[in-house]
């Protein structure tokens, strides 16, 4: 592969040499040692490819050795893993601990880890890795790809929230007659409060209320559709051009008058002003703890959760390099799935209007993939280290 290279570096020293031209020679030496530097790493990297399997098969062994040094040596403090493994077990609900049901099942031994997991990259988890209160200082290195899922589905959720409010608006427009819009009212019992408000009333209407209202099209439902789906890549986009930042949190307060923005543009309703869209997208992707970001969240979760509970069923088995190369090369996969295969959305948790297309299935695969792979990875160095298993019995088989 370096051939061309070769021939290059020998015609510039034989003619260095037959001329006795000294600066050919010095660029026949430097091109001498660049291809004896590059052959080097040729050499290393399939040095690298050849053992990938068996570095890969024997991380669970390594990272056991490295950590049974650190508690060894004191540096290491395992009490606080094990409350929280503990906490698990009798928080998770009876669906995961009972052998009968299907989640139980699918997790196996790991249910009450997995759903501990779980709850670790929810938004609303009040938890800063490593934080021995929340998350066990045994997750010191997946610290970056929890952050990382932590990101994602908050993304994913105040995207959520974004179309949720976008789809009340669009419920607004449906009314024939005009309303005041009481942002500060809860989602379910809106409606009834346009009615009752100040300028709306059982006998306002368009000429008497002061607002103008909505103008309508012949209320095509595939026209509805394709400005959802046109609304949603566009908010999309607006996320993806947002600049870096640590926090999820941080990159939703800027972006939300832009998201407001367009929002505003997609739907008919003109008795809204922007100013009062923004104070009230602001209000929701800000506060994790409100009504309408839990229920998106808690939403979700329960997805995430049923999604995870099929990777793992499928992984579990599988040996060090079989779960590399599922987990990493087979993400792709997950955005192609047919729409048959996605589960349907609860209408319990949904707002009215529920039945509309699935958003972000890809997404909630990938995530529910990667932490299928951190968290098996996980339990494997610790499950019998610290969660299930005699740190005695286990520092004297890993040390032999």
Not at 117 to 140: D, G, H, M, R, W
Not at 151 to 159: A, Q, Y
Not at 323 to 339: D, I, K
């Amino acid at each position: 592969m370096r051939d061309e290279w070769v021939d290059e570096m020998y015609n510039e020293l034989s003619s260095g040499n037959r001329n006795n031209d000294m600066p050919e020679l010095v660029k026949g030496m430097r091109t001498l040692l660049n291809v004896l530097e590059a052959m080097k790493l040729d050499v290393a990297n399939h040095q690298i490819r050849c053992l990938r399997p068996v570095l890969i098969e024997d991380t669970v062994h390594f990272e056991q050795r490295f950590f049974l040094k650190k508690i060894q040596g004191g540096k290491l403090d395992l009490e606080m893993a094990r409350r929280w493994y503990q906490n698990a077990k009798h928080e998770a609900p009876m669906e995961y601990l009972d052998p009968r049901h299907p989640y139980a099942q699918a997790f196996g031994e790991t249910a009450a880890f997995f759903y501990a997991a779980a709850k670790l990259i929810l938004p609303s988890t009040p938890v800063e890795v490593p934080n021995a209160n929340v998350c066990p200082n045994t997750f010191v290195f997946d610290e970056e790809r929890l952050l990382k899922l932590r990101s994602d589905l908050h993304d994913t959720i105040c995207l959520e929230v974004c179309m949720r409010q976008f789809e009340e608006l669009e419920r607004m427009a449906d009314f024939d007659f005009s309303i005041n819009f009481n942002f500060n009212a809860p989602m379910s019992s809106r409606p009834s409060s346009f009615v009752g408000s100040d300028n709306g009333s059982l006998h306002s209407s368009p000429r008497n209320s002061g607002y103008l209202g909505a103008q309508h099209s012949a209320g095509d439902k595939a026209d509805a559709a394709s400005r959802s789906r046109e609304l949603y890549n566009s908010l999309v986009a607006l996320l993806q051009t947002a600049p870096p930042v640590s926090r999820a949190s941080q990159r939703w307060q800027g972006l939300s008058p832009s998201m407001a923005l367009q929002i505003l543009r997609y739907v008919n309703a003109p008795q809204i002003t922007l100013s009062d869209l923004e104070e009230e997208l602001s209000r929701k992707l800000s506060h994790v703890d409100g009504d309408a970001f839990q229920d998106v969240e808690a939403y979700f979760h329960r997805r995430l959760l049923k999604e995870l509970a099929k990777r793992v069923k499928d992984l579990k088995n599988l040996s060090g390099v079989g779960l590399f190369e599922v987990a990493t090369g087979g993400r792709a996969q997950g955005s192609a799935r047919p729409a048959g295969a996605f589960p349907v959305r609860e209408q319990h948790l949904d707002v009215p209007g529920a039945g509309r297309e699935p958003r972000d299935e890809g997404g909630l695969d990938d995530m529910a993939t990667r932490l299928a792979h951190l968290g098996l990875l996980h339990w494997r160095v610790w499950g019998d280290l610290v969660y299930n298993g005699d740190l005695e019995v286990e520092m004297t088989t890993c040390a032999a």
